[in-house]
């Protein structure tokens, strides 16, 4: 289980993550304050969050990092439009969280093949199960 403090920071890497291109839009600060409640995180806190970013923390656990990478996959198709620039800050955002650059690479080429490009969580680690093994 990860702390408070990995909590925190989980939730200040994928709001900069979705500050990336433009200010959030409302429905990234509807599904980050949905991330936020499942940590546990209140309103204001993540309220906080958003106006001031936490350090990184690097999570220790490989399923943690597979979780939070899939979280950014999701945040990312809630757009409709992604760019190629915002695919590659993903698979830079995996890369720095040490997961498997072939896992990552796979991911983002299977992501069209699913209705709305939502990778889901079985298949996706599967994904990285195979590289991990």
């Known amino acids: 289980m990860i702390n408070r403090v990995e909590k925190l920071s989980l939730l200040s890497e994928m709001i900069a993550f979705a500050k990336a291109d433009d200010p959030i839009k409302s429905f990234e600060y509807k599904f980050l304050f949905s991330i936020a409640k499942q940590l546990e995180i209140s309103k204001d806190d993540f309220d906080y969050l958003c106006q001031h970013p936490v350090t990184n923390v690097n999570l220790k656990s490989h399923s943690e990092r597979i979780v939070q990478f ?14 190629r620039k915002k695919l590659v800050k993903l698979h830079n955002f995996g890369l720095r ?27 996706l680690i599967d994904i990285f199960k195979v590289q991990y093994n």
């Open 70 to 83: 899939h979280r950014l996959v999701l945040l990312t198709n809630l757009d409709s439009d992604i760019s």
């Open 97 to 123: 969280m040490g997961l498997s650059h072939d896992s990552i690479n796979r991911v983002l080429d299977l992501m069209e093949s699913f209705p709305n490009r939502m990778v889901p969580p079985d298949f």
